[in-house]
């Protein structure tokens, strides 16, 4: 190809002549530009960084057009950004002005009811005397280190997670115990029947994390309601302590929901508390993960159930979230 102004062979791959100065892709260049400002113009920001961009393949990387080009590219950089940061705000702003029910969601609501509607069964383990000395002490612990509306928070929501065990247990045709604290440590459910069948074993034993993450549940929509950042508090550290219990070891709840797993379902939660620990960056869900992981090679497996890795898949999901509540 020759310059079309003074006849100079060009080579294959330069972009401008050297004698002259034109610009090889000139006719070329004058539609992009025209191209690109009436998409900014319009407001089409994204489509006129696009053809800025295509225009710079074709300008030499020394030309004084290259150089104003990649300014306005810079300026439109920046304008986005600012375009984007004003819609989010917006956006913050128009879901902080949305009554607290629209806010939290119809899942919550529906959290709160179910909750609600055990109302009494919850009672009946604070009927038991040695139920509520043992909590009492527990509470007692807990207000001096942090105030007493934290450790109320606390000792409900171990209370709450227990009688998920309850529950399953009674529903299992278990007569089991009322719930006792132990100050520093937590509290357990104890029964003299023992579990053969290892799908019943996993439901009574992730049936207390998933009313513990419920009362999480409930207590984020209380905090979003009032605008509480002790109940947001209460949320996040109910999180952390039901994850902590889904370690598949030393008895916790998480050892008795891994037997009736087959190893393909036993390593899709492995990578899904995996996943948790890297989205979310809770460091008790990288434990879980290590344990999960450390279970794989020195555990059996089971011939598979879907209704106890559906369970873990969801509480892995929720806890996680609700461990990571005060950053967000």
Partial sequence: MRCPECGTELAPRVLACPHCGVLRHGPRLKLLAAKAEDAERAGRLAEARAVWEETLTLLPADSHQ??????????????????????DDAAHAARAAQPWYKRIGGGLVAVLVL???????????????PTLISAFGFFGLYWAAFGWPLALGLVLGIYVHEMGHVAALVRLGIRPSAPMFIPGFGAFVSYSKRITDPREDAIVGLAGPIWGAGFGLVAFALAEWYGNATLLAVAQLTGWLNLFNLLPFFGLDGSHGFPPLSRPQQVV????MVLGAWLTAVPILWLVAIAGGVRLFVGGAGTGDARTLANFLGLLAVLAWMAQLKAL
């Fill in 66 to 87: 290259h150089r104003t080009i990649a300014a306005r590219l810079a300026r439109l950089a920046a304008q986005a950004t600012e375009l984007r940061e004003a819609a």
């Fill in 115 to 129: 909750l609600l509607s055990k109302a009494k069964f919850l009672l009946l383990g604070l009927s038991k005397l």
């Fill in 269 to 272: 939660v492995v990578a899904a």
